[in-house]
């Protein structure tokens, strides 16, 4: 575990990020999606599904048949196509000599927001062309929507033996994937971790159609500005699909292969609100972003860039500005930032997206922007908010993650400039 | 259907099925494992898809007579020549 006192850990505990790939509605790979969030470049737009008719996504294009054959495609899932891309293009990123790694000590992890939907629609779209006939339901059905589905299309597909699964998190699911990644590094069950989330989510109406019947789904006239957490004006959560995997690797194997590393994750947190199935409890979302800092050995101020997981809900935003104002209420330095105006709400991607949207700032000294923000809302009034145009804010070298979901999930992760 | 028009939709099925497979030099008298990558989740997909478009059903004491195109042809001919 990261040591509570923050003392100094061995190279052998310490997890550093050594390999992206990504898919986002505006970028597929870290500099495209760097560069779409500082020109403030949307990925939102118009999508229609079935029986929920016309509304807003963010869709991802990336060519899922560089890495698969057409007839994995077929066989598979999305979430699987997104899981593969990511995984693969993160290892190519990371510079290992992938044919001499012993696939049997790497272990895949992956987030999910949650899985199986979009075939159980798909199966029963089919039966009722059939008169609801099950000879029809397809034998695809199982394998394809068993929990462990996306991180197993991985296995397949890049032939690794070692220990695979998803991790059932809500909207937290991004983070969580990253934190399973890194405990199991530092248990030394794998000595490379293909670690963190995907979201197909896109493809299932239900999640619109349930979204829109709770009255938290987004519309706009204007696709690219629905997605707007903190104005006065949002009105609810833009769908998307994405991915984003992350090779973690122990800093001594890092160091010792001359890795190029990305950051360190010095610090996590997971906690449960327990008070509701959907409204979140700021309270408790501050006590998992201060836990964090402790385990990490910081104080509030030192943190550069939070990036928030506001969604554009009413209640959300406002409840989460309230936990973030209680703990960095006094810190002058931070900056707080929010992906999902761009791109929308990845889902079970989310948190390891939008995070990775902010990595490179460890490079650029750049504080990307929360976009769409025409009327900011007073209760969102976070004095480091950056809206609308990305900052320059030099130094950057603490950046701390939040990513929160349904049934009172929590989850923080705080990563350090190498 | 005539035994060539079966042939056709098997051609088309397959396409489906095996999508980077190239169809063009099958040969109708050798298994289609032996030519295709081919497992028993494909052959099911043959036998669904022959429910689905014909509405023929195919029993599972039967799959054997799908092993190639020439058995195929000839075990449907005569469950689809009304079609």
Same mark, same amino acid.
């Given at each position: ?99 001499? %790694? ?7 992890? %992956? ?5 199986? +939907? ?147 994750? %010095? ?37 550069? /860039? ?65 976009? +769409? ?41 705080? /990563?350090?400039?190498? | ?83």
């Amino acid at each position: 575990m990261i040591a509570p006192s923050a003392q100094p850990l061995p190279d052998n505990q310490r997890i550093v990020i050594t390999g992206i790939g990504l898919t986002a509605p505006n970028g597929n790979s870290l500099r495209e999606l760097r560069e779409s969030l500082l020109a403030g470049r949307s990925g939102v737009s118009k999508y229609e599904i079935r029986y929920f008719g016309e509304t807003l996504a963010g869709v991802c294009n990336f060519d899922a048949l560089r890495h698969q054959a057409k007839k994995e495609v077929r066989r598979g899932t999305r979430a699987g196509s997104v899981g593969i891309f990511c995984a693969q293009e993160a290892v190519l990123d990371s510079g290992l000599d992938w044919n001499n %790694v012993d696939r049997s000590r790497v272990g895949i992890y %992956v987030g999910v927001t949650e899985h199986g +939907n979009v075939e159980t629609e798909n199966e029963i779209y089919q039966i009722k062309q059939f008169d609801y006939d099950t000879k029809v339901w397809s034998h695809h059905h199982n394998p394809r929507t068993v929990a462990n589905n996306p991180a197993g299309e991985v296995a397949l597909n890049m032939e690794i033996t070692g220990p695979h699964y998803t991790i059932g998190a809500a909207c937290a699911a991004g983070n969580a994937g990253l934190i399973q990644g890194a405990q199991m590094l530092r248990l030394n069950e794998c000595d490379l971790a293909l670690a963190g989330g995907v979201s197909e989510s896109i493809h299932t109406f239900g999640i619109f159609a349930s979204f829109s019947s709770q009255g938290a789904l987004a519309t706009h006239e204007d696709p690219t500005k629905a997605s707007r957490p903190f104005d006065t004006q949002r009105n609810g959560i833009v769908v998307a699909e994405g991915g984003c995997m992350y090779t973690l690797e122990r800093l001594d194997d890092a160091k010792a292969r001359g890795a190029k590393i990305y950051g360190e994750l %010095v610090g996590y947190a997971m906690n449960t609100d327990a008070t509701d199935f959907v409204l979140p409890n700021p309270e408790r979302q501050a006590q998992c972003v201060a836990l964090a800092l402790q385990r990490a050995g910081l104080a509030a101020e030192e943190i550069d /860039i939070v990036s928030t997981h506001a969604t554009g809900t009413g209640q959300g935003d406002a409840q989460e500005c309230i936990a973030l104002r209680s703990v960095f209420g006094q810190s002058a330095k931070t900056y707080f930032n929010n992906t999902k105006s761009f791109i929308g709400h990845s889902m079970g991607a989310a948190g390891a997206l939008e995070l990775a949207g902010n990595l490179l700032a460890f490079d650029d000294g750049v504080v990307h922007a929360t976009i +769409n923000v025409d009327e900011l809302d007073a209760q969102c009034a976070l004095p480091g908010l950056v809206l609308n145009q990305p900052r320059e804010v030099g130094g950057v070298r603490y950046i701390l993650n939040n990513s929160f979901g349904m049934l009172g999930i929590n989850s923080v992760v705080i /990563i350090k400039k190498y | 259907m005539t035994p060539a028009d079966i042939r056709i939709e098997i051609l088309d099925i397959l396409s489906d099925i095996a999508p980077d497979e190239d169809l063009s030099g099958l040969k109708d008298d050798v298994a289609f494992r032996e030519q295709l990558e081919l497992d028993s989740m494909d052959f099911l997909d043959i036998v669904m898809e022959l429910r689905k478009r014909h509405r023929v059903q195919v029993p599972e004491a039967d799959y054997k007579e799908l092993a190639s195109m020439q058995s195929t042809v000839d075990y449907l001919t005569p469950l689809m020549k009304d079609l």
